[in-house]
């Protein structure tokens, strides 16, 4: 119960911390506002990898904004903002980089993973199917004949 309360106490500080640090970039115009906070949602943070620079607290990550903010006072457009970025740090600052060569380990990886993957098992299953369904020889099938008939020789000679 303790752990619980201390955890739901942090996420509480953690989110209150994040308001406070996004409530610092003011514009006058809604639109403008609102490209801001798609900007720094829509790119990630190059140290954490796995958030925002919206929700990252790295240094770099607060530069960044820092960056976007001046360049959206300075009158900027989203797309060029996107694009100076882009072209700055590559692909990778973008969670959704578009679909080109460069970038197709990143589209297509997974599913060529899955498709050998696939591939892989069915021929093992395969292989195993044919194992198992071996037909036997002419001569082992008169072997078999054979210890058949002696089996049931002896189980009549004994009743």
């Given amino acids: 119960m303790r752990l619980f309360l201390f955890s739901f106490i942090y996420?509480?500080?953690l989110t209150a911390l994040q308001a406070a640090t996004l409530a610092e970039y003011t514009f006058e115009d809604p639109a403008q506002d609102e490209d801001f906070r798609e900007i720094i949602e829509e790119m990630r943070c190059l140290v954490c990898q796995n958030e925002s620079l919206?929700?990252?607290?790295?240094?770099?990550?607060?530069?960044?904004?820092n960056e976007i903010y001046d360049m959206m006072k300075g009158g900027q457009s989203k797309g060029e903002i996107i694009d100076f970025m882009v072209a700055r740090y590559g692909d990778f600052v973008l969670y959704s980089?578009?679909?080109?060569?460069s970038?197709?380990?990143?589209?297509?990886?997974?599913?060529?993973?899955?498709?050998?993957?696939?591939?892989?098992?069915?021929?093992?299953?395969?292989?195993?199917?044919q194992s198992r369904e071996?037909?036997?020889?002419?001569?082992?099938?008169?072997?078999?004949?054979?210890?058949?008939?002696q089996s049931n020789e002896q189980r009549d000679t004994n009743q």
């Avoid at 919206?54 to 904004?65: H, M, P, Q, V, Y």
């Avoid at 980089?97 to 060569?101: S, Y």
């Fill in 11 to 13: 996420l509480l500080g």
């Fill in 54 to 65: 919206a929700g990252s607290n790295a240094e770099l990550a607060i530069d960044l904004r």
């Fill in 97 to 101: 980089p578009p679909v080109k060569p």
């Fill in 103 to 129: 970038t197709y380990p990143i589209w297509f990886g997974p599913l060529i993973f899955f498709l050998i993957g696939g591939v892989v098992l069915f021929r093992i299953i395969k292989r195993k199917n």
């Fill in 134 to 149: 071996t037909e036997l020889s002419e001569a082992e099938q008169q072997r078999l004949e054979k210890l058949l008939n």
